[in-house]
Nanobody, 120 residues
């Protein structure tokens, strides 16, 4: 069974940095797009950044220049380096990925979410 497991969230002061990781496990034949989304308190889930298998990236305007998405295809892992964090970046961060697993074809999977809190 394919799973996405996130790590790296926590509490950080404004201006600080965090690095999120999300590793896919299970029987995986291929992974296409991977991405990060977030859900601020009381708001809907929103796109943060995506990255294709060929490393083409896309960012929400609110994080451009501060966040960097990357991936390691050999490790089936996607990362989100978050710098210059602001209080409004506070949210539960979710990774997702389009994964070709055994017997499924490509399906979209979501991680369980990791909390990021930016506060002094």
């Amino acid at each position: 069974q394919v799973q996405l497991v996130e790590s790296g969230g926590g509490l950080v002061q404004p201006g600080g940095s965090l690095r999120l990781s999300c590793a896919a496990s299970g029987v995986i034949f291929s992974i296409n797009d991977m991405g990060w989304y977030r859900q601020p308190p009381g708001k809907q889930r929103e796109l943060v950044a995506t990255i294709t298998r060929g490393f083409v990236t896309n960012y929400a305007d609110s994080v451009k220049g501060r966040f960097t998405i990357s991936r390691d295809n050999a490790k089936n892992t996607v990362y989100l380096q978050m710098n210059s964090l602001k209080p409004e970046d506070r949210a539960v961060y979710y990774c997702n990925a389009d994964i070709w697993g055994r017997g499924t074809g490509y399906r979209t999977y979501w991680g369980q979410g990791t909390q990021v809190t930016v506060s002094s």
